[in-house]
C-alpha cells in the first residue's frame, strides 16, 4: 500500500492549487480518503474526506466554500482543489487511507503548500 502526494508549492494569497494522491496497493474508491494539513507548531488537522461511494464529502469550516475534494477511480488518484488560498493555509498536507473493518489507516509522506506574497 502507497499513497503519494503531490501539487504544493508556494502560491500568493488568493492563487490556486491542485494536490493530487495516487493510491497503490490498494482500491482506493473502496475507502474514505481525507486530507489533512498540519502548520509548524500545530497539531495535524482534518481539511476534507470522501466516502467510499456515493462520495460524499465534509469539509473543515475553514476551507468551506474554497477547497473541493474528488477522486477519479479510474486512475486510483484523489484530489483536494484549493482556491482562495490564504497564508494561514500554509501547511504540510497529508493524504490518508481511513481505516475499516478489517483493513487499516495509511498515511501519504506530505506535500508542503506555502502561501506567501
Known amino acids: 500500500v502507497q499513497l503519494v502526494e503531490s501539487g504544493g508549492g508556494l502560491v500568493q494569497p488568493g492563487g490556486s492549487l491542485r494536490l493530487s494522491c495516487v493510491a497503490s496497493g490498494f482500491t482506493s474508491s473502496s475507502f474514505s480518503m481525507s486530507w489533512y494539513r498540519q502548520a509548524p507548531g500545530k497539531e495535524r488537522e482534518l481539511v476534507a474526506t470522501i466516502t467510499s461511494a456515493p462520495g460524499r464529502t465534509d469539509y473543515a469550516d475553514s476551507v468551506k466554500g474554497r477547497f473541493t475534494i474528488s477522486r477519479d477511480n479510474a486512475k486510483n488518484t484523489v484530489y483536494l482543489q484549493m482556491n482562495s488560498l490564504k497564508p494561514e493555509d500554509t501547511a504540510v498536507y497529508y493524504c490518508?487511507?481511513?481505516?475499516?473493518?478489517?483493513?487499516?489507516?495509511?498515511w501519504g509522506q506530505g506535500t508542503q503548500v506555502t502561501v506567501s506574497s
Open positions: 490518508k487511507r481511513e481505516p475499516r473493518r478489517y483493513y487499516s489507516h495509511y
